[in-house]
C-alpha cells in the first residue's frame, strides 16, 4: 500500500509560480511512475505531467507544457510540480498518483494510488 501526500497549493496571482510536493509512504524507486493530475469543477481529471523514478524522462501533458516542471528526489520519496506561469485556468485540485511499472500513461484508470488532492487557485 503506497500512501501520496500533497502539499503546496494555494491561492496566487497569474503569472505567478507555485511548487507542490508529493511524498510517498514508501520506497517507490524503480517501481512507480509518478504522475499530476488536475481537475476543476465539472470537467474530467486531466493529465498534467508524469515521471518515472528510475528513467527520469518527464512527460506533460500539452496545456502545461513549458511552464511546469516535474521532479523527483528518491532520497525522499518525494516528486514535485513546479508550476511556472499560471493562469487563471489552472485552477483546479491537483493530484498526485502512482502507476506501478516503468512505463507512463494520461490516462488516470491507469494509477492505481492517489493521494488526496490539493487546490490551486489562481486569480485574474
Known amino acids: 500500500q503506497v500512501q501520496l501526500v500533497e502539499s503546496g497549493g494555494g491561492l496566487v496571482q497569474a503569472g505567478g509560480s507555485l511548487r507542490l510536493s508529493c511524498a510517498a509512504s514508501?520506497?517507490?524507486?524503480?517501481?512507480?511512475?509518478m504522475g499530476w493530475f488536475r481537475q476543476a469543477p465539472g470537467k474530467e481529471r486531466e493529465f498534467v505531467a508524469a515521471?518515472?523514478?528510475?528513467?527520469?524522462?518527464?512527460y506533460y501533458g500539452d496545456t502545461v507544457k513549458g511552464r511546469f516542471t516535474i521532479s523527483r528526489d528518491n532520497a525522499k520519496n518525494t516528486v514535485y510540480l513546479q508550476m511556472n506561469s499560471l493562469k487563471p485556468e489552472d485552477t483546479a485540485v491537483y493530484y498526485c498518483?502512482?502507476?506501478?511499472?516503468?512505463?507512463?500513461?494520461?490516462?488516470?484508470?491507469?494509477?492505481?494510488?492517489w493521494g488526496q488532492g490539493t487546490q490551486v487557485t489562481v486569480s485574474s
Open positions: 514508501e520506497r517507490t524507486t524503480s517501481s512507480y511512475v
Open positions: 498518483a502512482a502507476k506501478y511499472g516503468s512505463s507512463w500513461d494520461y490516462r488516470p484508470t491507469t494509477y492505481y494510488y
Open positions: 515521471i518515472s523514478w528510475s528513467g527520469g524522462n518527464p
